[in-house]
């Protein structure tokens, strides 16, 4: 059975650091691209970071360029997401994705974990 698990989320104040981990399982993680998403209330879920199945490739979304480093071990099946400089406006949840092909969007989500940015 397909699973993601993501943990690491809470409350932090404003320029503080978040480390966000996806556990998986029930599939050959080294050979899908995962990524990290957020959603707001009311709006679609927006691309935060995504990598490549061997790690090479990752590209982020305009607002966390420069922040937020995703990062993977193939042999734990995890993956992570370093978020520094937090802002109010990440606050969100965030959801860990899996996907077969590196533009595809996931078909696999984890159930999200709520990130706080707040004094």
């Known amino acids: 059975q397909v699973h993601l698990v993501e943990s690491g989320g809470g409350l932090v104040q404003p320029e503080g650091s978040l480390r966000l981990s996806c556990a998986a399982s029930?599939?050959?993680?080294?050979?899908?691209?995962m990524s990290w998403y957020r959603h707001y209330p009311q709006k679609e879920r927006e691309l935060v970071a995504r990598?490549?199945?061997?790690?090479?490739?990752?590209d982020y979304g305009d607002s966390v360029e420069g922040r937020f480093t995703i990062s993977r071990d193939n042999e734990k099946k995890m993956v992570y997401l370093q978020m520094n400089g937090l802002k109010p406006a990440d606050t969100a949840v965030y959801y860990c994705?899996?996907?077969?092909?590196?533009?595809?969007?996931?078909?696999?989500w984890g159930q999200g974990t709520q990130v706080t940015v707040s004094s």
């Open positions: 994705g899996a996907a077969d092909l590196y533009y595809k969007p996931p078909n696999t």
């Open positions: 029930g599939f050959t993680f080294s050979s899908y691209t």
């Open positions: 990598i490549s199945s061997d790690g090479k490739w990752t």
